[in-house]
């Protein structure tokens, strides 16, 4: 069964604390990617990676950091300096990164909040 | 700066009816203007895509229109249905980028 997968699906965490989201692909992807959903706010970019040890910050990368150590895995840990992360997580996956008509695929989410 | 402009902000439309979504670039470098479809506590789905040297593509009750000079592209859902009700997103890219969304339009079909 071919996909995405975002694990867990909620996850809770205390101020301070940092947590890290797991983002597994067994598309044979090149690319991948983090965003962050709010409520009227679209999907923003917070990293990308299109290769294995290489990623690059997207719009919002403060106070976040992610790691690509093989090729279907992207986690993110959201960090303590990171102000508001309560949100809606999503990763997605496409074939290349410098193809932009290469269809990017979406996990189901993993919705974080900040008790 | 805002790169994709998706408006309305939300829609509701009667079953049967026409929905129209519409979306503004500025890039005139993107070369690529997919739509997404979400539904509630889900990842998006890709629903239709259309590059820049065709001004419509049709799938089934689902068309993007596409004007290149006014950087403007919409999407049509022909004969909506409640089942269509979830957020759509516009979103654009251009080679090497990852794709810039809109902020979505909640679209509502009544029964």
């Known amino acids: 069964d071919g996909g995405i997968t975002q694990s867990p699906k909620y996850l809770f965490r205390k101020e301070g604390q940092n947590v890290t989201l797991s983002c597994e692909q067994n598309l044979n992807h090149d690319a991948m990617y983090w965003y962050r959903q709010d409520p009227g706010q679209g999907l923003r970019l917070i990293y990308y990676s299109q290769i294995v040890n290489d990623f690059q910050k997207g719009d919002i990368a403060e106070g976040y950091s992610v790691s690509r150590e093989k090729k279907e895995s992207f986690p993110l840990t959201v960090t303590s300096a990171q102000k508001n992360p309560t949100a809606f997580y999503l990763c997605?996956?496409?074939?290349?990164?410098?193809?932009?008509?290469?269809?990017?695929?979406f996990g189901p989410g993993t919705r974080l909040t900040v008790l | 700066q805002q790169q994709v402009k998706q408006s309305p902000q939300s829609l509701i439309v009667q079953k049967g009816g026409i929905s129209i979504i519409n979306c503004a670039y500025e890039n005139t470098a993107f070369d690529y203007f997919p739509w997404y479809q979400q539904f509630p506590g889900k990842g998006p789905a890709l629903l239709i895509a259309?590059?820049?040297?065709?001004s419509e593509k049709k799938e089934g009750r689902f068309t993007i229109s596409f004007n290149k000079s006014a950087k403007q592209f919409s999407l049509h859902i022909m004969d909506s249905q409640p089942g269509d009700s979830a957020t759509y997103f516009c979103?654009?890219?251009?080679?090497?980028?990852?794709?810039?969304f809109g902020k979505g339009t909640t679209l509502s079909v009544s029964s």
């Open positions: 997605a996956s496409s074939p290349r990164l410098a193809v932009s008509t290469d269809t990017q695929y």
């Open positions: 979103a654009a890219s251009r080679a090497g980028t990852a794709l810039i």
């Open positions: 259309i590059r820049p040297d065709v």
